[in-house]
Antibody, heavy 123, light 113 residues
Framework: EVQLVESGGDLVKPGGSLRLSCAASGFTFTSYSFNWVRQAPGRGLEWVSSISSSSGYIYYADSVKGRFTISRDDAKNSLYLQMNSLRAEDTAVYYC????????????????WGQGALVTVSS | DIVMTQSPDSLAVSLGERATINCKSSQSVLYSSNNKNYLAWYQQKPGQPPKLLIYWASLRESGVPDRFSGSGSGTDFTLTISSLQAEDVAVYYCQQYHSSPYRFGQGTKLEIK
């Protein structure tokens, strides 16, 4: 069974830092690219960042570029999101999501999601 | 950047009736090289993560009931629920995966009339 479990969500002050983790199981981690998608309270979905299977391709939304860093540790079957210079508008549930992959490669649509980690940025 | 716009923002449909949600992209999400539309639909119920329903604009994800169908090409897409069930109450999102940033539509809230 495919499982994605996020951790690391917390209350942090503006300007602070936080690192989210996502532990994956039930599939071959190295074969997939991964993503972070967030959802502010009562709002819609916002794609945040993507990382390819080899870490060779990394993308960020403009809203987090220069502040957030996505990474992966294939030995630990884990995905990470380092978040620096946090702002109130970064308050959201952050979902780890696996990219859909087929014979043509991996695509930035999301076939499995974790339950999410809540990040609250407030003084 | 490709902007995704859904209509309507909310929708109330009677049980057993058809529900139709529209999604429009500001640029085509059709790749001419493979003739595929890079468009997905998700369902999100309260307190749950989103669930993938449809990809490549019209392919149903494994396990998704066949009352859900997707159609459209280029910039205009539709999600149809042929006979609404109580468990279909949710917010529905379209998403383009043609190019970064991989934006979602604003969501359509579907309720029972």
């Amino acid at each position: 069974e495919v499982q994605l479990v996020e951790s690391g969500g917390d209350l942090v002050k503006p300007g602070g830092s936080l690192r989210l983790s996502c532990a994956a199981s039930g599939f071959t981690f190295t074969s997939y690219s991964f993503n972070w998608v967030r959802q502010a309270p009562g709002r819609g979905l916002e794609w945040v960042s993507s990382i390819s299977s080899s870490s060779g391709y990394i993308y960020y939304a403009d809203s987090v570029k220069g502040r957030f860093t996505i990474s992966r540790d294939d030995a630990k079957n884990s995905l990470y999101l380092q978040m620096n210079s946090l702002r109130a508008e970064d308050t959201a549930v952050y979902y780890c999501a696996r990219s859909y992959c087929d014979g043509s490669g991996c695509h930035r649509l999301f076939d499995y999601w974790g339950q999410g980690a809540l990040v609250t940025v407030s003084s | 950047d490709i902007v995704m716009t859904q209509s309507p923002d909310s929708l109330a449909v009677s049980l057993g009736e058809r529900a139709t949600i529209n999604c429009k992209s500001s640029q085509s999400v059709l790749y001419s090289s493979n003739n595929k539309n890079y468009l997905a639909w998700y369902q999100q119920k309260p307190g749950q993560p989103p669930k993938l329903l449809i990809y490549w604009a019209s392919l149903r994800e494994s396990g998704v009931p066949d009352r859900f169908s997707g159609s459209g090409s280029g910039t205009d897409f539709t999600l149809t629920i042929s006979s609404l069930q109580a468990e279909d109450v949710a917010v529905y999102y379209c998403q383009q995966y043609h190019s970064s940033p991989y934006r979602f539509g604003q969501g359509t809230k579907l309720e029972i009339k």
